[in-house]
């Protein structure tokens, strides 16, 4: 049962989770809501065993990037969290990078596959990449200044892109792909595609800004030049609080937008679960000290997250 737990923190299995919920949400609610006639819910039926291979790939992918961070990270990680890392201590580092190893290895070939029948390339193009770019985060990106926060939160958007590129939008499609232009309205599927994929960014670009601020004193000890160190933490605090404002002023415009367009109980879902939170995270942001309170935060942009995820429900159409 220890082993289970300890692979089950490896893998970040509620991160996982939350990855396929995000998937799923804008494959079965999202599209659906932009369908122009009724062709598009067979579309939907017809290629929903291709849908969940490639979810399947991004959940393999990330579980592989999940246990190669913490196999280099196995240092850092004994100053800054020592009760959550298993590597050596309940998974042996053979084990560890042998996972790592087989889910990457399958993620890439499912990516493949789904790029083989749907004759999307760029679907398995940036999935190979997303296995390379998740190494190097780990040995090299990671303690360099923004470059590993950019690439996670790239990473991120790219959970909700790659299921937007699924649908065929005509930037990435090719011929032979079971797809027409008529199925979906394309200009409402690509603004909710950059809407929530650049709040994904966001959020994930704050979030690892500001872990870098709570794990400051274990990479300062390996010589890390986050930002926390090259710019001190007043600096950081002051970047995150940038797009903080950022963030909340599109979310209230967003709001604003909506309510006038009839989405009221979106835009009271949207003022009390995300507008709101990220108010109260960027006054937490300003009289952070501790590790704990940055702790706090990030735990807090979490829940911001699943509540902007979750904001997709409010598309589903009966």
């Not at 201590?89 to 083989?116: C, P, Q």
């Not at 605090?237 to 709001?255: D, N």
């Amino acid at each position: 049962m220890q082993l289970i737990t300890a692979f089950l923190s490896l893998v970040r299995w509620k991160n996982l989770l939350f990855i396929a919920l995000t998937q799923a949400l804008f494959y079965f609610v999202v599209l659906p809501s932009t369908a122009i006639n009724e062709n598009a819910a067979l579309f939907l039926i017809e290629n929903r065993s291709l849908f969940f291979i490639l979810m399947f790939a991004s959940i393999l992918i990330a579980a592989a990037g999940y246990i190669i961070n913490d196999y280099f990270d196995q240092e850092i990680d004994a100053i800054n969290k020592p009760k959550k890392n298993v590597v050596n201590k309940v998974i042996k580092r053979r084990w560890a990078i042998l996972w790592h190893l087989i889910f990457s290895a399958a993620g890439i070939l499912f990516s493949f596959y789904v790029s083989l029948k749907t004759h999307i390339l760029i679907i398995s193009i940036i999935n190979f990449l997303c296995v390379f770019i998740l190494w190097f985060y780990s040995t090299v990106f990671k303690r360099k200044l923004l470059s590993g926060n950019i690439i996670i939160s790239f990473l991120t958007a790219w959970v909700i892109l790659s299921v937007y590129v699924f649908s065929g939008n005509d930037l990435f499609h090719f011929e032979g792909w079971n797809y027409s232009k008529d199925l979906f309205d394309s200009r409402k599927l690509f603004k909710i595609a950059i809407v929530y994929s650049g709040f994904a960014f966001v959020l994930t670009l704050i979030r690892e800004v500001i872990k870098d601020a709570e794990d400051m004193y274990g990479d300062m000890v390996y010589n890390c030049n986050t930002m926390p160190i090259a710019w001190g933490v007043p600096a950081t605090k002051v970047f995150a609080g940038v797009w903080f404002v950022v963030l909340i002023a599109l979310v209230a415009i967003s709001t604003f937008y909506a309510f006038h367009s009839g989405w009221k109980m979106g835009s009271v879902y949207s003022l009390l679960f995300i507008l709101t939170p990220l108010l109260m995270a960027l006054s937490r942001l300003r009289s952070a000290i501790k590790p704990e309170d940055y702790n706090s935060i990030s735990n807090m942009i979490k829940i911001i997250m699943l509540a902007g995820i979750l904001s997709m429900f409010f598309f589903y159409k009966p």
